[in-house]
């Protein structure tokens, strides 16, 4: 059988892409899941953004990782250069996100007091179309 011709290290190898499948398949239904959390409410919508923003992050850091295990692993790079722009990242996506978070509920409000307005000025309107149908 094919597991039987292998080395201990390609087993091993085997062992931990099977465990990274499985580990992909419960962060996908995790990430499912969260977006039908999203698609309940509109003000959440700010969450799936930061959502995809700290995925990218990570995504960006473990192709890095693996880049320089895997496929180049003699080339020489300083660790803490790595480090300082890997956490520097996480700085700029967490500051960006309470930036854009502020923002957001800023526009909601906006939206919120002119949706007010509106449905105020309509009430006014149909009062008036009533008054003047009465008269006549």
């Known amino acids: 059988m094919f597991l039987e011709n292998l080395s201990i290290s390609e087993?091993?190898?085997f062992n931990i892409i099977i465990l990274l499948i499985l580990l992909g398949f419960f962060v996908f239904k995790w990430f499912l899941d969260r977006i039908t959390e999203v698609s309940k409410e509109p003000s959440t919508y700010l969450m799936f953004i930061q959502l995809i923003f700290v995925f990218m992050s990570c995504g960006v850091f473990v192709?890095?990782?693996?880049?320089?295990?895997?496929i180049d692993p003699k080339a020489k790079i300083d660790?803490?250069?790595l480090f300082l722009t890997i956490v520097?990242?996480?700085?700029?996506?967490?500051?960006?996100?309470?930036f854009s978070q502020r923002a957001f509920e800023k526009m909601i409000?906006?939206?919120e007091d002119r949706n007010k307005s509106k449905?105020?000025?309509?009430?006014?309107?149909?009062g008036v179309l009533r008054r003047l149908n009465t008269k006549k």
């Open 88 to 98: 520097v990242g996480f700085m700029g996506t967490i500051m960006g996100l309470f």
């Open 63 to 70: 192709t890095i990782f693996l880049y320089y295990i895997i």
């Open 11 to 13: 087993a091993i190898m």
């Open 119 to 126: 449905k105020e000025a309509i009430k006014i309107a149909m």
């Open 109 to 111: 409000t906006d939206l």
């Open 79 to 81: 660790v803490l250069t």
